[in-house]
T-cell receptor, first 116, second 112 residues
Framework: AQKITQTQPGMFVQEKEAVTLDCTYD???????LFWYKQPSSGEMIFLIY??????QNATEGRYSLNFQKARKSANLVISASQLGDSAMYFC?????????????FGKGITLSVRP | ETGVTQTPRHLVMGMTNKKSLKCEQH?????MYWYKQSAKKPLELMFV???????ENNSVPSRFSPECPNSSHLFLHLHTLQPEDSALYLC???????????FGPGTRLTVT
């Protein structure tokens, strides 16, 4: 089985500052992928960033970077230079390679509010 | 249109009604998914179709009936629903073997 844990309460950040959203995971698969999705109030889940478990470097996509610490089983999302449009729910997810773990498993999500 | 589209965006139905949710993907993908997102709960995978065949059914009640007539379209037929079925229903698609899934905007369903 695999599990994603997101325990932060609602997060607030000042516009133009950086913010870190926490995610820890658990899996028995030797190979897996970690994802972050953004869900604005409109409901659509927007893919942000992907990190493979064997990737040597932390993933980056524009203002998004993933702080991957394999030994600690954490995959935190860092958003730099926050913008008002970043206010949304953020979901961490993972997908393994074997059997039931080969489907996406999501965490409960974190609400981020960006203050002007 | 591009990406994944879903219709209707909002649906209110009584417990005795029959309705269908529609999903269409314009990405050339060969796998499609239905998810349920209830308030304060993680997304729950309901069904997976790969190459138009259902490959996963996560113990979903029979009042939800999926249909995948081709690789671009996915339906979720609803009948005799319960108020606890009220949720956001999200469709997603991916290319088989790829990690990344692309989601539609969802259908907000309210069962009265």
């Amino acid at each position: 089985a695999q599990k994603i844990t997101q325990t932060q309460p609602g997060m607030f950040v000042q516009e133009k500052e950086a913010v870190t959203l926490d995610c820890t995971y658990d899996t028995s698969d030797p190979s897996y992928g970690l994802f972050w999705y953004k869900q604005p109030s409109s409901g659509e889940m927007i893919f942000l960033i992907y990190q493979g478990s064997y990737d040597q470097q932390n993933a980056t996509e524009g203002r998004y970077s993933l702080n991957f610490q394999k030994a600690r089983k954490s995959a935190n999302l860092v958003i730099s230079a926050s913008q008002l449009g970043d206010s949304a729910m953020y979901f961490c997810a993972m997908r393994g390679d074997t059997g039931a773990n080969s489907k996406l498993t999501f965490g409960k999500g974190i609400t981020l509010s960006v203050r002007p | 249109e591009t990406g994944v589209t879903q219709t209707p965006r909002h649906l209110v139905m009584g417990m005795t009604n029959k309705k269908s949710l529609k999903c269409e993907q314009h990405l050339g993908h060969n796998a499609m998914y239905w998810y349920k997102q209830s308030a304060k709960k993680p997304l729950e995978l309901m069904f997976v179709y790969s190459l138009e065949e259902r490959v996963e059914n996560n113990s979903v009640p029979s009042r939800f009936s999926p249909e995948c007539p081709n690789s671009s379209h996915l339906f979720l037929h609803l009948h005799t629903l319960q108020p606890e079925d009220s949720a956001l229903y999200l469709c997603a698609s991916s290319q088989q073997g790829s990690y990344e899934q692309y989601f539609g905007p969802g259908t907000r369903l309210t069962v009265t």
